[in-house]
C-alpha cells in the first residue's frame, strides 16, 4: 500500500498520511468487538484489494485537490511584478488594506492573513501555526482577499 501511494505521489510523507489514513478510516467506521479484517466491517468486505483500492483513490483524491490549489495560488497570488508600478499601492491603500484586515475579516482569516502576509510563512507554515491543514488556509487565505477585494471596490 506504501509502494503504491510513493508511486503515485512521490512524496513518501504524504504516502504514509495516506495509507495512515485508509487504516484509521477502516477502525473508526467498525463497532467495538468487530474485526475490519477478513470478515468485514459493516457492508464492506476488507481485503488486499479493497485496500489497494482505497489508498489509490485517495491519492488521486490528493492530486486533484493540489490541482485546485494550484489553480487557486495562480489565479489569486499573481507574482507582484506585473503589477509594480510607483503609484500603486499608495500609503492610503495599504492602510485601508490593514483597517479591512483588522476590523472586517474573521479571526481565522486575519491570523491566516497576518503570518502569510506580514510574517512571511508559507502555506505549511501558517497551517502548522494554526493548528488547521494546509487547505484550511487556503480557504481562509481565499475568503480574506474575496472581502479586501469586495470592500476596496466599494470604496473606489
Known amino acids: 500500500m506504501h509502494r503504491l ?3 503515485l505521489l512521490h512524496d513518501d510523507d504524504s504516502a504514509r498520511d495516506i495509507v495512515h489514513d485508509v487504516f484509521a478510516s477502516i477502525l473508526g467506521s467498525c463497532p467495538a ?3 475490519p479484517l477478513g470478515s468485514g466491517c459493516g457492508d464492506v468486505v476488507v481485503t488486499p484489494g479493497y485496500l489497494l483500492s482505497a489508498v489509490r483513490n485517495r491519492c488521486l483524491n490528493l492530486i486533484r ?3 485546485v490549489r494550484d489553480r487557486v495560488i495562480n489565479r ?16 492610503e ?7 479591512i484586515i483588522k476590523d472586517d475579516l474573521t479571526p481565522p ?3 491566516a492573513m497576518e503570518l502569510r502576509f506580514c510574517e ?6 501558517v497551517a502548522e501555526e494554526l493548528g488547521v491543514s494546509e487547505n484550511a488556509v487556503y480557504k481562509h487565505v481565499r ?9 476596496l471596490s466599494q470604496n473606489g
Open 5 to 7: 501511494a510513493v508511486a
Open 65 to 67: 485537490d493540489n490541482g
Open 76 to 91: 489569486y497570488f499573481i507574482e507582484n511584478d506585473e503589477y509594480d508600478t510607483e503609484d500603486w499601492p499608495d500609503d
Open 33 to 35: 468487538g468487530v474485526s
Open 143 to 151: 475568503q480574506a482577499l474575496v472581502i479586501i477585494r469586495k470592500k
Open 93 to 99: 491603500t495599504i492602510a485601508t488594506i490593514y483597517r
Open 120 to 125: 512571511g510563512f508559507t502555506f505549511a507554515k
Open 109 to 111: 482569516c486575519r491570523r
